[in-house]
Structure formats: C-alpha cells, structure tokens
C-alpha cells in the first residue's frame, strides 16, 4: 500500500516501546473524582449541582447556553463535596466539581438512539448532549463541525489515527482493540453530515491496526465508502492540517478551518465516543491514555473515569517513582503541557501522562540565535519561527501576526531542531497570549442599549 505524507517534518524517536501492545485496563473506580467544569474551547460553563447533591454516573453537572458549549457529566455515582477552583492540566485554576464516591452505581444514561434512521439534527443534538469533543487536541466541540455552512460542503471526513506523538499509544490500542466502534463513529458522521467518503488515516508503524480496521471495515461500516490511508511516520503527521495535505492533497488556508477544504477530521478516541453516544446512551465520562516515561515503573494504556486524579492512581496502576520524576507532561513531549505536580485530573482531551526521568528531561541552558535557518525549515507551516520570535521579543506582535504567529499550530518541531535550544513554541504561545489580550483591550467597548 503506498504511504501519503506532507513536506517537511521531523523524526524525534518514537519511544512507545514501553506501552507498544500492552492491552487497555480499566482502573478501579477513585475514591474521588475532580472534575473541570470547562474541558472544551469556547464559552465557559456552569455548574448545575451544588455541594451536597447526589449524582448518578452519567448525569448532567454542568453546561451553558451558545454554539460553543458542550456539557460535562458525573464520571461516577456519589455525593458533590466541593466546588472549587483546582489546578488543572493547562496549568490555570478553574473550577472543578469534587465527586466523592458511593459504593452503588446508579446511571442517568440517555436512551439509545439508531443514528442511521434518526434525523442529522436529532444526531447531532446527541453528539452536544453526549458532551463529546475533540479527543487529542483543544476539545473542540464535535458537533459544531457536523453542521458547516451551506456554502462549505464537505467531501471526505478523515480519522485521525496517525497518533504520531512520542510515547503515546492509546489510539493504537484503540484501534486494535475497539475498531468496530471506531469504524461506526465515522459512518455516523458521514451519514449526519451526508459525506460519501470516509478515510482511516494511521501511520505506518501501525500497519497492523490498519490491517485490522480494513478487516471490520465490511460488517462496521453500513456499506460506506471507507478506505485506509497509510501515512508514512513522521512528526506533525496527526496535526489536522498536515493530514489533510496527506491524505486529499488540499492545503487548508491561513486563518482557514478543515471545512474551507471540504474536510472534518476526527480524533479516533471521540470517534468511539460517539458510537457509544447512540448504541449506549453513554457521555463522555471516562476516556482511554496512556501512562509512561521511565519514572513510571508500570508503564501501560489504561481507561480512567474524567477527573481521575493522576496523583491519587494507586500503586497497581501506576508505580510513579517520585524520587526518580524529573518532569511530568499531560500528553506527548512535543505537544503536551508540562505541569508542576500530579495532582491534576484527567480531561476529556487528555492523550497520555508522560512521566520522565532525568535521562528524558535534559535540561539545556538556550543560547544566542545563530541565524542558521534550521527552524523555518523543520516548519510543518511553513513560517519563519526566527522572525515571530524577534518580533516578540520586540513586542512588536501585530507584526509577529503578520509574519504568521496565529497560524502556528504550536507542533514544537522548530524547538526540537534549533541547535541554540531557544524555547520557540513556549515563546509563541505566551505570544498568542498577549496578542488576544492585546486585540481585546483596543477593541471598542459594546453600545449601551
């Protein structure tokens, strides 16, 4: 089968080794769960209990009116003990809603619904209700991408199975082990949204989950049009916009979205959340990641409920060796968020928790730039990581816009190559940052009525 890739890109080692293979355990049920009230991009949430409810597993616990809303759900049965802002896995208080556990496991799941009979509005009402967002990224909401204007027509929804983040795993085994699900979750969207073709997209070093979905393909995919993909491995494949340049050829433009291209692209975690949005009635209440770094001495892929919290995982499950822990990473090294304990909880868009020693977490000191050009070509976006830089540190940041700052999906790539080791990706996000804030300070303020 021939592989697809974009230009450019980067080949870090791979490092899934520790969890390569290792089957999916479902962990016993915490004591307690934290749960964030806000685990999606757009506007914020409220709480809909209050300290002392009784909440059944599955029930709706907070949510919020507007198109950039999904609601968030009770991962467990039990009693709301606080409410309160916590430390969560981008670093920031936000509030979050404090479950403590009962011994019965009562649900409040919604009653199934058959996806390929139901209206595209009754579909995607479910997607909202189910709270289902982006798996590997923002927690962008999955049902603003199923209604597109009309004059933004979709031909191809892509499963983003690339998974090319170092020592991650969990989407793999995902696919091994619930391909079915996967496979139903694209042909859902593709009958909601009314697209002909679906594609399976996964990196090569997964050629035999891609073996196994083409398998399921037949008896999971309603007689749709789905084909795998195979990409070849390399670092940013899974960003949403190189795939897309894989996979259709298209090149999604700056500012654009996936649909100015005819394209949605769905992570294969949410995917199989939405299978079982429609065949179970069930939230998203729990999601699938993987546990690793060389300080966790039993790396493996797991399913926790939302809010369990890392620090808080008994030894059975996840034998952290404190003494040994150098550097803690909500998801990958290369795009995930490093946090300063482990007593945060796991979202709705957690990947993986990557667990390093000091072999992995080298330090190094950065050093004056060279002007040597390495970044803008390991540029996935082709941008120009030494000029947004400078313009930065100018503070000179409609200029850095200019140059392409919003644009920068924040891959780490430049980072990765620069011999000077300047924290470029660190730089542009703090950037983006001030920019918006920037924007929002000159904006003009609202008429009064």
């Known amino acids: 089968m021939e592989t697809k890739t974009f230009k450019g890109g980067i080949h870090p080692p791979e490092r899934k080794e520790a969890t390569e293979g290792k089957a999916i355990e479902r962990i016993p049920v915490p004591k307690q769960v934290v749960i964030p009230i806000n685990q999606h991009f757009g506007a914020p949430n409220q709480a809909l209990v209050k300290v002392g409810d009784v909440v059944k597993r599955g029930q709706k616990i907070a949510d919020a009116e507007g198109r950039m809303t999904v609601p968030v759900h009770a991962s467990?049965?039990?009693?709301?003990?606080?409410?309160?802002?916590?430390?969560?896995?981008?670093?920031?208080?936000?509030?979050?809603?404090?479950?403590?556990?009962?011994?019965?496991?009562?649900?409040?799941?919604?009653?199934?619904?058959?996806?390929?009979?139901?209206?595209?509005?009754e579909?995607?009402?479910?997607?909202?209700?189910?709270?289902?967002?982006?798996?590997?990224?923002?927690?962008?909401?999955?049902?603003?991408?199923?209604?597109?204007?009309?004059?933004?027509?979709?031909?191809?929804?892509?499963?983003?199975?690339?998974?090319?983040?170092?020592?991650?795993?969990?989407?793999?085994?995902?696919?091994?082990?619930?391909?079915?699900?996967?496979?139903?979750?694209?042909?859902?969207?593709?009958?909601?949204?009314?697209?002909?073709?679906g594609v399976l997209a996964i990196e090569e070093n997964k050629k035999h989950a891609a073996e196994s979905l083409e398998k399921l393909i037949p008896s999971a995919g309603r007689g749709l049009d789905i084909s795998v993909?195979?990409?070849?491995?390399?670092?940013?494949?899974?960003?949403?916009?190189?795939?897309?340049?894989?996979?259709?050829?298209?090149?999604?433009?700056?500012?654009?979205?996936?649909?100015?291209?005819?394209?949605?692209?769905?992570?294969?975690?949410?995917?199989?959340?939405?299978?079982?949005?429609?065949?179970?009635?069930?939230?998203?209440?729990?999601?699938?990641?993987?546990?690793?770094?060389?300080?966790?001495?039993?790396?493996?892929?797991?399913i926790a409920p939302i809010?369990?919290?890392?620090?808080?995982?008994?030894?059975?499950?996840?034998?952290?060796?404190?003494?040994?822990l150098r550097k803690a990473i909500f998801g990958g090294p290369m795009m995930g968020t490093a946090v300063p304990h482990l007593n945060i909880p796991v979202q709705k868009n957690t990947s993986g928790v990557t667990m390093m020693d000091a072999t992995e977490a080298e330090a190094t000191e950065e050093g004056p730039c060279i002007r040597c050009g390495r970044c803008m070509r390991g540029c996935t976006c082709r941008l120009s990581p030494v000029l947004m830089n400078n313009a930065i540190e100018a503070g000179e940041l409609e200029k850095a816009a200019k140059i392409g700052l919003l644009d920068c999906i924040e891959c780490g790539s430049c980072s990765y190559v620069c011999p000077a080791r300047i924290q470029l990706v660190q730089r542009f996000r703090v950037g983006k940052q001030l920019l918006r804030a920037q924007r929002a300070a000159a904006a003009p303020a609202p008429a009064k009525a």
């Open 307 to 324: 809010g369990t919290v890392i620090g808080e995982l008994p030894a059975e499950v996840a034998e952290i060796d404190l003494d040994a």
């Open 123 to 197: 579909a995607i009402a479910r997607i909202r209700d189910a709270g289902i967002v982006g798996m590997g990224g923002a927690g962008f909401p999955v049902y603003v991408k199923l209604a597109p204007p009309p004059n933004k027509p979709i031909d191809v929804v892509i499963a983003n199975g690339a998974e090319c983040e170092p020592y991650l795993t969990i989407d793999e085994m995902t696919m091994i082990e619930e391909g079915a699900k996967v496979i139903e979750g694209l042909a859902i969207i593709m009958k909601t949204v009314g697209v002909k073709k």
């Open 229 to 302: 993909v195979l990409l070849k491995t390399k670092y940013p494949q899974g960003g949403e916009k190189m795939l897309i340049t894989a996979v259709t050829g298209k090149e999604v433009p700056s500012g654009g979205l996936p649909m100015d291209v005819g394209c949605i692209v769905q992570n294969i975690g949410s995917l199989k959340a939405i299978s079982e949005a429609f065949s179970d009635g069930k939230p998203l209440i729990e999601r699938g990641l993987t546990l690793t770094g060389k300080a966790c001495k039993t790396p493996k892929n797991i």
């Open 76 to 121: 467990v049965a039990g009693t709301v003990k606080k409410i309160e802002p916590r430390t969560q896995s981008n670093n920031t208080d936000g509030p979050c809603i404090v479950i403590e556990t009962a011994e019965t496991d009562e649900t409040d799941f919604m009653p199934a619904l058959d996806a390929f009979s139901c209206t595209k509005e």
